[in-house]
């Protein structure tokens, strides 16, 4: 169990001070995270790795010379944000662009895409690639939407080293999605680990047996099996990726035997006795393997295998130079550029003035009252949220981490803050809506934080600067809002996610709406289909994404942030029904 | 716990070999250990360092260019064999001799010093230093008790520098002195590990508290206390270790803030935040400090804070590169010297042809018939460790592991059949001894095989070449064996030891063969006396080196080796009498 803390609350914070401390000849915090203590060579991509904390020497032991420009460090197993993500960028980009690159998790997918969206309206080009090395968390039909584990660390390193030789943006962001491509992991945990101040581990592997396949947040895994002997579980790994082997692959390989925090290094060995016959007899020629802790998972019990099938591009950037905290290899590359002090890194990742937070004026009183509504709209949704804490709670636990409730009540309170303080300096509607999601994002975590501000972000955009809106212009910002989260989050209608009521009650209040009815008739109606919609989650398949092991999984209950958000549609028709 | 194995029995041996597998740029397996995969420079002092598996990255990670030239390996918390310390020097050698450094704990004393001795006598210069920064384990007043942890990493690293940049054998030594007097450590320990096949662990720490002081194999710490927070823990290892800060102390320090294997990376730094907050208030500059695992116990929870105290040399040491497989800094020191082949490596490491386990013929009957009674005095001596094997285990578990029982015999055993096969080639009686010492010390394990052979081979030396010895020269080969003890163990009468019994025995057997006593009627005397100290030593203080926790400690018991001692010669005073 994790027992080194001082307020739980404050982990991640606590353990990134210290780690910019003990590796200042690296490292400099910046907002958000960290960069290289000196900057990145001008002309040259940065690439900016991230994900959440628990997991080092990934992520922020990788920033250094020959690997990644920047870290982006969210909380123990939570993404960063989407304004995080853009605060590394910013201040590891040298002028040419940022790849991101985390482990293909929903939250991190939906922050860093969200990230490269802002980064572009800012001028910095950037691009996101999520890494799916783990073979155990979907099947080889469905590969974009299996997880990212170990191999994480030579995608890192195919892009990072492809940077280094000059790479420009396409060919850095072709170098992570070649590494991706031919890497394949499986994993085994024997024990769960603990949060800093939780009672009990994540989960728990019963005595004797093993886990296969489970993931690096217990997330659930293929089967349970007998625990083997050392040789015995390193012919289960080496079968289970070989089996995946990329079409056309050659016979060198990249291996990394990866232990997730308490499987200690001579178990490691051990196993890799076994590992590294197999792999010779299946007419393999291993190239510099790794054999020790890469990405880990607190003080977790297991271990898993990462083979990458090289080229001679891959091969080259795996072999290539790195001097970083928690990483080095070969002749470092030199530390080129100046050096960062703590202020300017700071400064260069402070988001633009113009920023979308400004306010945008009112330029009417038609336009302060239709601001005036979208405040009354915020506090109906922040009461309706207060009641519906607990059961969203409920709901949640089921398929996911039971923290919707709380998530939806803390960014909907954030959000009317904010929305209050704009329409107060005299913000128009959409500086009102802009500036309330900027605020749910930053303030709600979790994955609905973020769709919520996306959501938000999207229908802002679509309001007249400085003017009331008409009742058109509000359904086409319902559109976008859904068009926002289909392409933030990679999930499609019939997920079992919020978009299975989001789409239906956008077409409904177009549909409304551009038959002529007024826009609290056609609201009203759209908010019932709404409801209808999150309820009829209940008869979908499984929840993708995070979930509890699979023997608490259940087809029968409605998914919450579908439901969530039929209450708040319902919330703010009463108070356009009001008007 | 240790969860990953196959032949519990061969662990550290299929460690071994999936090490070397996995890092074969780095290093080449010998007879005992490793060395570099490249031939140290010629006219370069060879750096050794060693102890017992399971606690990597110490000591075989460490093995490359800019640090260590070869590791001795030894089983689980077990020391490695002096014949094995030889090996490992022998092909590490390059010219200019071998300096070994071990932490500082009584198998690896006596095996490291024994080896010393036995290069010695092949022509190879050797010198050996043990590691003693662990404050909590013996007062400022005897610092040459203290035990080694993770203060052996500077120390290591002092020497080896020193030897990289052309220092000779003199100034090797004196570098790994000076760093392990400039060195101190404190560590804590919040649960135990579990040994490879063992059911439970090698000890336990109460929910809710740490064990401050305790060794990093479960050895009696200072204290118990409540759990503190990582601030707290932060406070008691800073004031715990700059307590005993050397007299004369500059204000530069390296500093290691060292994870046993349990308590992870995000644990480390956030202790660190603390940590180096502390030291920069007591005006200390902290220089390139070590935030991880360098000294593990297997799967331990726990760690340690070590401060070395800078001065020019030790900072110009502590910052040099090294390339190895499991620390690198900086810019590598160029890996020199011609790639090593397994084989030629195991040449090396061959003892040369002139080993002292060769014949020595006797030269007449009387040669002969004094082969055949040593021959008959170790069937006596398996025949009374047999039958006292399970009284020597319960005397020995109070103080010790319970295993000396089980050690006699199988060393003795090993001595007879090696006696045994020696007189039959026609050895005389000083052939017989050594071959049967060097038996004892290869396969009896532990620290009294190392005592044993060591005795014997001392008491050997004595002996006239193919000849009968007088009873002056057996005496003189007891005498001799007691100060060949006395070097290698640095323990001292009163010790609660073999040596309280030997020395006593040693002394009565030449008084009474220089009074005119025929051998059988001194030996029986001096038996008598060896029985009697032997149940004497229950008087005297506990017994030093490695113990269990202090509540199991007894005054009252007498010690195992001691009493062993008295059986053995008890046996062999009946056959001197039946001649």
Not at 533 to 546: F, M, N
Request: with cysteine; charged share 20%.
């Amino acid at each position: 169990m994790t027992r080194l803390f001082n307020d739980p609350a404050t982990f991640a914070q606590d353990m990134l001070a210290g780690f910019v401390d003990a590796n200042a000849r690296y490292v400099t915090a910046v907002p958000g995270g960290v960069v290289r203590a000196t900057r990145t060579r001008p002309g040259k991509v940065a690439v900016v790795v991230g994900g959440g904390s628990g997991h080092y020497p990934a992520f922020c032991g990788t920033v250094g010379a020959g690997f990644a420009d920047g870290a982006v460090v969210g909380n123990v197993f939570t993404s960063p944000s989407a304004a995080e993500a853009a605060s590394v960028s910013r201040a590891a980009d040298a002028g040419a662009g940022v790849v991101l690159i985390t482990g293909n998790y929903a939250g991190d997918v939906l922050n860093f895409g969200l990230a490269v969206q802002r980064l572009a309206v800012e001028g910095v080009a950037a691009r996101y690639v999520a890494v799916t090395d783990d073979v155990a968390s979907a099947g080889p039909d469905e590969v974009a939407r299996r997880r990212g584990i170990a191999g994480d660390f030579p995608v890192f390193k195919a892009a990072s080293a492809a940077a280094e030789e000059g790479a420009d943006l396409d060919g850095v962001e072709a170098a992570a999605r070649r590494a991706n491509d031919a890497t394949r992991s499986l994993g085994v945990a024997f024990d769960g680990c603990t949060l800093p101040g939780a009672r009990a581990p994540l989960f728990t592997v019963p005595e004797g047996t093993m886990g296969l396949g489970l993931g690096i947040h217990g997330e659930p895994g293929v089967s349970e099996e007998p625990m083997p002997d050392a040789a015995g579980l390193a012919r289960t790994l080496v079968a289970g990726v070989l089996r995946e082997a990329p079409q056309g692959a050659g016979s060198r390989v990249a291996v990394i035997l990866n232990g997730l925090g308490r499987t200690k290094y001579e178990e490691l060995f051990v196993v890799w006795g076994t590992v590294a016959a197999l792999l010779r007899d299946a007419g393999l020629e291993v190239v510099e393997p790794e054999v020790g802790e890469l990405v880990t998972s607190l003080d977790m019990a297991g271990c898993s295998l990462t083979v990458t099938w090289l080229d001679d591009d891959l091969e080259r950037w795996w072999r290539a130079g790195a001097d970083t905290p928690a990483y080095r290899k070969g002749a470092p590359v030199a530390h080129e550029g100046a050096a960062y002090s703590a202020q300017d890194a700071a400064t260069a990742a402070a988001p633009p003035a113009s920023s979308s937070a400004d306010p945008v004026p009112a330029e009417d009183d038609a336009a302060r009252a239709a601001a005036a509504d979208v405040v009354r709209a915020f506090e109906a949704v922040v009461a309706s949220m207060g009641g519906a804490e607990e059961e969203l709670g409920r709901i949640d636990a089921v398929a996911g981490d039971g923290d919707h409730g709380r998530g939806m009540v803390k960014g909907s309170t954030a959000a009317l803050e904010a929305a209050r303080s704009a329409a107060e300096v005299g913000s128009g509607p959409a500086g009102v809506v802009l500036a309330a999601g900027d605020a749910w994002a930053a303030r709600a975590g979790g994955t609905s934080g973020v769709l919520w501000g996306a959501l938000l972000t999207a229908l802002a955009a679509e309001l007249p600067a400085g003017r009331a809106p008409s009742a058109v212009q509000v359904a086409a910002g319902g559109c976008a809002g859904y068009d926002a989260l289909v392409r933030l989050g990679g999930a499609s209608p019939g997920d079992k996610t919020m978009l299975d009521a989001l789409g239906p009650f956008a077409q409904a209040l177009t549909a409304g709406v551009g038959a002529g009815q007024p826009l609290a008739e056609a609201w009203a109606a759209a908010a019932e289909v709404a409801v209808e919609r999150g309820e009829a989650t209940r008869d979908l398949r499984p929840k993708v994404g995070r979930a509890r092991p699979l023997a608490e999984r259940s087809l029968g209950t409605p998914d919450a942030g579908a439901t969530s958000l039929g209450l708040c549609a319902t919330a703010v028709a009463r108070v356009l029904a009001d008007r």
